[in-house]
Structures are given as structure tokens and as C-alpha cells.
């Protein structure tokens, strides 16, 4: 049974950095496609970044296109998310997911077959 455990949120000022990270279990040697998520209050989850299995594709939502980087090591099980210049709006809870199915980018949160139980992000102005 494939498991996610994600690590690394916290409080930051606005323009700070901050890397999430993120363990992935009981895959058995196969890299899913792997992608971040998050949910703000009141808002729907969204989509942040995606990576492809080999992680030399990746994608990002607008909003975070140069700001954000994410990466994976399969040789590890991990994949992480540098945040960089950081803004109030980025807080919200983020959760690391895994495409059980798929062999592309999964930009959409129904792609998504494995969750993490979240960790938050708050960037004070």
C-alpha cells in the first residue's frame, strides 16, 4: 500500500523560503507521478506542481511559476517543494499526492489516488 508523509511547513514572513518534503512508502521500487497540492480556508483544494515519474517533466499553476520548484529523488522515495519568495496567499494546508494510474503530469486533484495528511504553510505580511 503506497503511503505519503509530508514534512517542512511552518511560519514565515512574506519573501522568506521555505522546502517541504515528502516520503513516499510501500511503492516497491516503481515513481508514480507525484504532484503538490493545497487548500486555503474556505477554498477549494488546487492544484501547485506536478512532476512526471522521471521528473524531467514538471508543471506549475500560474500563481506560483517561478517561485516554486519541485523536485524528486527516486532513489530516496522523496519529492520536495522549494518555496521561494513567499506570499500571504500561498498559506494554506499542502499535501504531497501520488497518481497511482497515470503516466503523465497530473494537474488535476481527481488524478490524485493517495493523499498525505497535510502540512501547513502560514506566510505573515
Known amino acids: 500500500q503506497v503511503r505519503v508523509v509530508e514534512s517542512g511547513g511552518g511560519l514565515v514572513q512574506a519573501g522568506d523560503a521555505l522546502r517541504l518534503s515528502c516520503v513516499v512508502s510501500g511503492s516497491t521500487g516503481y515513481s508514480y507521478p507525484m504532484g503538490w497540492l493545497r487548500q486555503a480556508p474556505g477554498k477549494e483544494r488546487e492544484f501547485v506542481a506536478a512532476i512526471s515519474r522521471t521528473g524531467i517533466s514538471t508543471d506549475y499553476t500560474d500563481s506560483v511559476k517561478g517561485r516554486f520548484t519541485i523536485s524528486r529523488d527516486n532513489a530516496k522515495n522523496t519529492v520536495d517543494l522549494q518555496m521561494n519568495s513567499l506570499k500571504p496567499e500561498d498559506t494554506a494546508v499542502y499535501y504531497c499526492?501520488?497518481?497511482?494510474w497515470g503516466d503523465g503530469l497530473p494537474i488535476a486533484s481527481n488524478q490524485y489516488d493517495v493523499w498525505g495528511q497535510g502540512t501547513q504553510v502560514t506566510v505573515s505580511s
Open positions: 499526492a501520488v497518481d497511482l
